[in-house]
Every structure is written in C-alpha cells, then in structure tokens.
C-alpha cells in the first residue's frame, strides 16, 4: 500500500496508535487498539486442539488490513476504536487495570459483563464477525493463514480462487 500523505498513513494505522485511559484528572494508562483487540480474539477463540487460535488464522493481521481498506465506513472503524477504549474504561472501573493486564477469568468476566449492554454486545458481534472473515476466508485476505480454518472444517476450496485480494 502507497501512503500518499501522513494523514492518510495516521488515518490507516489507528490499530497501532495509542489509547489514553485516565482516571479522575491522572493519566491510568496507555495502549493500542491492536494489543486489546489481539488479547479479546484470544478470549473468544482460546487455544484449543478443537478449533484454531486468533494467531494460526492471523486474525489481527486481517482485521488491520480490513479496517485500512476503503470500503469499511469510518462509523464502523470509529465504533471498534471507541469499543477498545470503553472495554477498557470497564477494565480499569472495575479491577483498576487495562484489559490486557487482566487475568484470563477477570477478561472472561468483563467480556461476560460488556456482552449484557448494547455497546459491548455489537462490538463483540463485530469483532467476532471478522474473526470468523478471518479464519473462513480465502487466506489471499490476508486471514486463514495456511488454510488453517478451512482444514479445520475439512473445507474443499472452491476453483479458480482469487489470485490477489479484490476488494
């Protein structure tokens, strides 16, 4: 991908730009998006010998390259952002840490919590959307890394496949 611009090269790459949680007037803390979204695709697909993990199917990876395409709506990109940041402010209120300095049932909990409100239960829907893209899709996306999500399903690709992402 050529960046033409640094605003173009700051607008694509919010995944890796930080989010400040504070508390009270103080700075709590600092993290990126891609480092809870990261952590939160390791709570909803755990590792497994049954189904396949967040890292085998690089779902970070897609869902980066996803919300950098054109075609995703800056709503939709604002929505996940503003996700990361409230799971994290429920992080923080509740056990005075970010998400990702949790232990795994503290996660399980506030995702359990988060998945009763609206916000929390469309953003686990969206994130868990495009975990799934990740790991069905044709690998050319970027996700289902060694096909590992359409072995897992013992899934015959379809012929002629995409030589190069199309959309």
Same mark, same amino acid.
């Given at each position: 991908m050529i960046l033409n &611009?640094?605003? %173009?090269?700051? +607008? !694509? &790459?919010?995944? #890796?730009? *930080?989010?400040?949680? #504070?508390?009270? @007037?103080?700075?709590?803390?600092? *993290? %990126?998006?891609?480092? #809870? =979204?990261? /952590?939160?695709? +390791?709570?909803?697909?755990?590792? &497994?010998?049954? =189904?396949?993990?967040?890292?085998?199917?690089n779902a970070s990876y897609y869902l980066n390259s996803i919300l950098n395409h054109s075609r995703v709506t800056d709503e939709n990109k604002t929505f996940i952002r503003n996700g990361v940041k409230w799971l994290n402010e429920e992080s923080v209120t509740k056990y005075k840490k970010i998400y990702t300095k949790l232990s795994s049932s503290q996660r399980q909990k506030i995702?359990? @919590?988060?998945?009763? %409100? !609206? $916000?929390?239960?469309s953003w686990i829907n969206t994130i868990m959307s495009y975990l799934l893209e990740a790991m069905l899709g044709d690998p050319v996306y970027?996700?289902?890394?060694?096909? %590992?999500? $359409?072995? $897992?399903? !013992?899934?015959? &690709?379809? /012929?002629?496949?995409? @030589? @190069?992402?199309?959309?």
């Open positions: &611009s640094r605003r %173009t090269f700051l +607008k !694509n &790459s919010f995944l #890796t730009s *930080v989010v400040l949680l #504070t508390c009270g @007037e103080k700075l709590f803390a600092a *993290v %990126t998006p891609l480092q #809870t =979204i990261a /952590m939160v695709h +390791k709570d909803l697909f755990p590792d &497994s010998d049954m =189904i396949p993990n967040a890292d085998n199917i995702l359990q @919590e988060i998945a009763q %409100t !609206n $916000w929390g239960d970027g996700g289902n890394r060694d096909e %590992t999500g $359409w072995k $897992w399903l !013992n899934h015959k &690709s379809g /012929m002629p496949r995409p @030589e @190069e992402a199309l959309v």
